[in-house]
């Protein structure tokens, strides 16, 4: 237990030691200009993916969200306890950002965890069975147009059409579509290849995801 904590402080002294001792001036002015990212990325909470990682972002470029299986509801005018969309608004409405980008991943566990389940089925009292139906669309889109798939294709498949979901789901908030009609604010859905580290990104006019090619 104790390595754990371990390894964590070895990195926090490594981050005092480097990090922020030559990145300094960019702390104190994100202490006193506040934040002004550019970008709001949902992202899955899988520990293997790392978005400021793969984008090489620095504190301060990006307005992080992340759930299971990054996954956008539809808007909801009611009561709940509502954390992504909270943060959607937050960062569209409050610091005015003008990217969203929707960071899917291949082998996704919340995406293969739909998969295993049938649609139908009376949902179990679980978070996370309850989150994925969010998801339940790309799973009959996958069962329809692929069933021949093997499980892994399935998954990188259902991924993707999840993130287009998704992509949906984010016009359903008026203060999205609203801003997205007018040239303000921009959609991306993104999908990383966990054992290339290839992305690709979903063009709308082409309706399929394309490599996104840099060098
Ligand atoms: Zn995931």
Redesign the pocket.
């Known amino acids: 237990m104790a390595k754990d904590m371990d390894a964590l402080l070895e990195g926090y002294q490594k981050f005092r030691e480097h990090y922020y001792g030559e990145s300094s001036l960019l702390f104190e002015d994100l202490v006193r200009r506040g934040q002004r990212p550019k970008v709001l990325m949902v992202a ?3 520990s293997r ?1 790392d978005p400021a990682l793969v984008l090489n972002s620095q504190p301060g470029d990006l307005f992080m969200v992340r759930n ?3 996954l956008i509801p539809p808007f909801e005018d009611d009561q709940a306890y509502h954390g992504t969309s909270a943060a959607l608004e937050f960062g569209i409405c409050v610091l005015g950002i003008r990217h969203v980008i929707l960071f ?2 291949t ?5 293969q965890s739909l998969l295993e389940s049938s649609p139908g089925a009376p949902i179990k009292k679980s978070f996370i069975t309850k989150w994925m139906e969010l998801a339940r669309p790309a799973q009959q889109a996958v069962l329809e147009f692929h069933a021949e798939c093997s499980l892994e294709e399935k998954t990188t498949l259902c ?1 993707q059409y999840s993130l287009i979901n998704s992509l949906q789901n984010l016009l359903t908030f008026p203060w999205i579509s609203e801003k997205v009609q007018q040239g303000s604010l921009f959609l991306h859905a993104w999908n990383f290849d966990l054992s290339k580290g290839h992305l690709e990104a979903f063009d709308v006019a082409e309706n399929r995801f394309k490599d996104i090619n840099v060098l």
């Open positions: 899955c909470s899988d993916v299971v299986a990054n899917g991943h082998q996704c566990g919340g995406i991924g």
